[in-house]
């Protein structure tokens, strides 16, 4: 999880710096070390701040902060800036500003996509660092980027080349990876590749969204080989915006699979390596215990490694929860 958030956060990143800069140059190390030592005094209606008459910390689009609730019930507040050189008045950077529940205050800087590896490699250490004590908080970045900015996933995360075609194995198989989490049917998670005939799995009517107990008739498994693997990060957020800001409840999932395997959008029944962002697709609320329409915030796909891939043959029903999200028996 935390390799894929940092994977998704990278590439919204990425996709910002290009978007924001025109004639970009560089944010140095030196540079990027000063910034974390800047402050806003009050986050509410500090919106231009100087620096040493050479920074600028500039409201990014005047925009109003996010307030994220995520599954734990705490709310997170994300204030943004342009971090601006005042040389030139090019932008080298975005500053954000995390505010936990208790009030504490956490930096993080997205650098210009011009900025050194080394700069990169320090933001990612960074914000790896924020998220081991601040739960799932790239996850929360990342939304609040991509929300702003859109972003590119695939090509900017592969420069551009195609996958499919240099990387993995596509073929015909329809399958998962064996450390996916399959709902039983006494609501434990149990991974797949440890799934057994006769064991009994949860299984969704579509139309009725009701449960039922299906007995798995068979685990089908298949060879090892650099099998190409879609990974989906879904989001359910229900944003609200109020006069303080932008209100956000926050739950999340991850599912991979095989390109060819169908899933069940809004749309109608979707390979999930044509799945789109942006689309809806229907997973369980832990929290609610009902089914809600999660949306496809990130799509990545990738050669998953030489691996072995599983899939279940059941006795009934057309569907199977997979990492809480429904996907098409097959």
């Known amino acids: 999880m935390r390799k894929l958030t940092l994977t998704l956060l990278l ?12 004639n970009p140059r560089p944010l140095t190390m030196d540079e990027y070390k000063k910034a ?6 009050n986050l509410d209606n500090d919106t231009y701040v100087k620096f040493e008459n050479t920074y600028v910390l500039d409201r990014y689009e005047s925009r109003k902060p996010y307030f994220i609730t995520g599954s734990d019930g705490l709310k997170k507040r994300i204030d943004l800036y342009k971090l601006i050189a005042k040389e030139g008045m090019q932008e080298i ?9 208790k009030g504490k205050l956490y930096k993080a800087l997205v650098p210009d996509f011009t900025a050194d590896a080394k700069v990169w490699e320090q933001y990612f250490q960074d914000i790896d660092n924020i998220n081991k004590v601040e739960q799932n908080f790239i996850l929360k970045l990342s939304y609040v980027l991509s929300k702003e900015v859109s972003f590119q996933q695939y090509k900017v995360l592969n420069g551009g080349k195609d996958m499919k075609e240099e990387a993995a194995t596509y073929g015909n198989d329809i399958c998962f990876p064996g450390e996916e989490l399959v709902t039983m049917a006494n609501g434990d998670k149990k991974m797949l590749k440890a799934v057994k005939s006769g064991d009994e799995v949860i299984s969704v009517d579509p139309a009725t969204k009701k449960n039922m107990v299906v007995k798995v008739k068979e685990l089908t498994t298949h060879e090892a080989k650099n099998y190409a693997i879609t990974q989906l990060v879904l989001v359910s957020a229900q944003t609200k915006n109020t006069t303080a800001g932008t209100q956000v409840k926050l739950n999340s999932k991850v599912l991979q699979a095989t390109p060819n395997h169908p899933m069940l959008t809004k749309q109608g029944n979707v390979k999930i390596g044509e799945v789109a962002t942006g689309q809806e697709v229907l997973c369980l609320n832990e929290q609610t215990g009902k089914y809600e329409a999660f949306t496809v915030l990130q799509k990545t796909e990738h050669a998953g490694g030489v691996q072995k891939v599983y899939n279940i043959v059941a006795d009934g029903g057309s569907t ?4 809480g999200v429904m996907v098409m028996q097959k």
């Open 320 to 323: 199977l929860l997979m990492n």
């Open 93 to 101: 950077g975005l500053m954000v500003f995390y505010t936990n529940e």
């Open 11 to 22: 590439s919204s990143s990425l996709y910002f710096a290009q978007a924001q800069t025109v």
């Open 36 to 41: 974390q030592t800047f402050t806003i005094a």
